[in-house]
């Protein structure tokens, strides 16, 4: 158990988004969030990682509370995320979009640029060191130096990834990692993510491809109307009556 | 006392003029989400157009705010066809950059055409009227009584009529509006043309107590952003509320704080607001 | 040739045309329009570092280029100090505002902070045209002093303020330049692309946004104070919108974003409309259009226009030869 969350709720307004959900993300292990569309699991995403404050409940990361950390102090935590739509850099090549992931661990300011000290050059370096590291993890070394705006969208979604590692988290969280990539192209991006796993990185992502979830994910929990209505392994998902209620029911299985 | 009453009915006057620029303003941004910052060039155009029918043309005033209504609501239309609708997918800063474009364009075409002075606008209705022992002159009397006949037609025209309420729809929801088989197109342009519409009449009836010049739109373009922001930005209620808000504080104000700085109100004002509501007074919130 | 033609040829090239164009050109004239387009230049760096490169479009910055020639204009006439001194305090104390106000503007995006910043310009105009008991308001502020010698090197001639300018010039493009190729302008870059991604990344984009919007007030004020101790008077009008939109103007033909943008916008509209005499009061009738159809058809100036196509051409090039001889862009 290396993050959890306790009795964690979000409101907009007089929406409920996500209520009183309790999840441990357990470490070393790919966790998966599935549920209907509109069942709050980007919501919960966000609030784990800082973008929105919950309305009620904590977060615990290695047992210190995190619940009010704002988005980029959680990521130097170790904890990184991607998001549905990539967010690239379209006009920059990959490799410059990827340069900045590590940012986070460089103590560079305004002074170290404009005099182009010892630190800056050697954090530069590290900076780029990083990324061609993690570039060639996610099998991206033969496109870094084009433009993001041309290479495929599978291509995107490993970029994002990339972006993610080089922030040298200890868990990522991968909002619908495969989102508009074929099924040849997903089968690739579950092999990187199951990678990602075996290097010793906790996985938490959020998927609606119920196959691929089925084969990858170690634990799964089920979100519907924003709140927890199963947890356990594929299997015990499967045959779960709520669950498979909940999505008849939600008429969306699979998107 | 008199003296309260007489600033009361200014800021009657003032308001009514700031909330027709304002509704315009307001109705574009409900369904672009475009900040259309050469809105306060229509008005100027609006402006010039009334004075040329009547000094050129020799156009009774009404006539001419008809044909300034005619003309600043196609060139509205038109500026949203070549400049906006190419636009409307593009980051948020394009189409401000364009806006302002055709800002500066207007403003110096302005002062090809018509030169960099101030300029009196006439009206056949400059008698002195005594009302309740105020002493008014007619013009302001049309401006507020004109001004809020407009607002009616406007409201009646969104509210009652088929066409009008498409409006509506769409500020609410576009891709809904889209959904149900409403011609977003059509429904941008025909806001288009109200807006531009609004800033001639708006114009055209305060120019007689004002002067016509190629800045003139400055601002009131910019008092109408800050009276949409306070207002809620889309909302049609809050531009015409907001309009008189301001036209009272500022008419107020300037008797009793300081006339040369009645013009930082708005902005103070605003500036304000969104130090505390970075989102508006009336954001949703969240996401 | 194509060996001669590489980036930093061209660019000592144009700082040797810069440094040996008095002694070329001996029109007082035109000396006196470059010097003013150095200045410029300046400023637009600034508003570029902003919103060309962190993402957010400020209209305020006429009123900081004002602030920044305001504050050398009092500190010398009503305050007695020396120029240089004054000079130095000038962008500071702009900067200082600009903390206060970007505290706050920055807490809003997108078009409110437009609006923000631009109501923001109109009260800074507004105060320096009604507070004329300081200001001196619409009469303006006369009697700048010329900058005092340093050691035995004088100011007073135009070209020795040629020269000055293009020194603080040059110095002003090696520091955005060094900004910007930094890990500090790639976290700019990472900010414009996505507030939400950089957060992510573990980006504070707070003190990010702050520090790019006090530096971009910096150079603003920086150009102020040059161009007060230039023309060495100065009215309410230099903080009016009509400069805020002229810096937009030059930024966006140039290129928003691009690190040459701002010299070649700014030039090119100031010797454009120098030339054409005509244009002096209407130029707005070619360049507000201009501006509207570039941001359309070019979103990043004629700078981007020509990077994209030179990009172009060199991923067709690369197809035609080994691999291995393509390195580095």
Known sequence: MILQTSQLTKKFGGNVAVKDVSFSIQQGKVNAIIGPNGAGKSTFFNLITGIHPPTEGQIFYKGEEITKYPANKIAELGLARTFQTTNLFERATVFDNVVVGHRLRTKSNLFDAIFRTKRLKREEETCKEKALEVLDFTGLSNVSDQLVANISQEEKKRVAFALALATEPEIVFLDEPTAGVNPDETEELALLIKKMAEKGLTVCLIEHKMQMIMSLADQIMVLNYGEKIAEGTPEEIKNNEEVIKAYLGGGSASA | MELLLQQLFNGLTIGSVYSLVALGLTLVYGILHIPNFAHGALYMVGGYITLMMMTNAGLHYVLAIVVSIIVVGLLSVLMERLVFHPLRDSPPIQDKVAAIGILLFLEALAQLLWGADYRQMPTPFGEVVNVFGLTLTLQRIIIVAAAIAVMIFLYWFLKKTFIGSTIIAMAQNREGAALVGINTNKVAILTFFIAGALAAIGASLTSPINLVFPGMGHLVILKAFVIIIIGGMGSIPGAILGGYILGFTESIGATYISSDYKDIIAFVLLIIILSAKPQGIFSKGGA | ?329
Request: charge should be positive.
């Open chain 3, 1 to 329: 040739m194509m060996k001669l033609l590489n980036k930093r040829n061209i660019i000592l090239i144009l700082i040797l045309l810069a440094v040996v164009f008095p002694f070329i050109n001996q029109n007082q004239y035109y000396l006196h329009i470059l010097t003013l387009a150095f200045i410029w230049t300046i400023a637009v760096y600034g508003l570029n570092l902003l919103a060309g490169f962190t993402g957010y479009l400020s209209l305020a910055h006429g009123g900081f280029f004002a602030i920044g020639a305001y504050g050398l204009g009092l500190l010398t006439v009503k305050g007695g100090l020396g120029f240089w001194l004054s000079f130095l305090l000038a962008p500071l104390i702009t900067m200082a505002i600009g903390l206060v106000i970007g505290l706050f503007a920055l807490r809003t995006k997108e078009h409110f902070f437009a609006i923000y910043t631009l109501c923001v310009g109109y009260i800074i105009y507004l105060v320096i045209d009604k507070w004329e008991s300081l200001t001196e308001g619409v009469r303006g502020l006369i009697g700048i002093p010329a900058p005092e010698p340093i050691g035995p090197i004088t100011f007073t001639t135009p070209i020795a303020q040629y020269y000055l300018t293009l020194v603080i010039f040059l110095l002003v493009v090696l520091i955005i330049y060094r900004i910007v190729h930094s890990l500090t302008g790639r976290t700019f870059i990472a900010i414009r692309n996505s507030e939400e991604l950089a957060l992510s990344l573990g980006i504070s984009t707070k003190k990010n946004k702050l520090l790019s919007f006090v530096l971009s007030t910096f150079f603003a004020g920086l150009a102020g104070a040059m161009y007060a101790g230039f023309i060495r008077f100065i009215g309410p009008e230099i903080a009016y919108t009509t400069i805020t939109f002229d810096l937009l103007t030059y930024m966006i033909v140039g290129g928003i974003g691009t690190l040459a943008g701002p010299i070649v916008g700014t030039f090119l509209i100031l010797i454009l409309s120098q030339n054409l005499q005509f244009l002096q009061d209407y130029r707005m009738l070619i360049f507000g259009p201009l501006l509207t159809l570039l941001i359309i058809f070019s979103p990043r100036g004629i700078v981007g226009f020509i990077l994209l196509h030179y990009s172009n051409w060199k991923t067709k090039k690369r197809m035609t030869i080994p691999k291995d001889q393509v390195k580095e862009g």
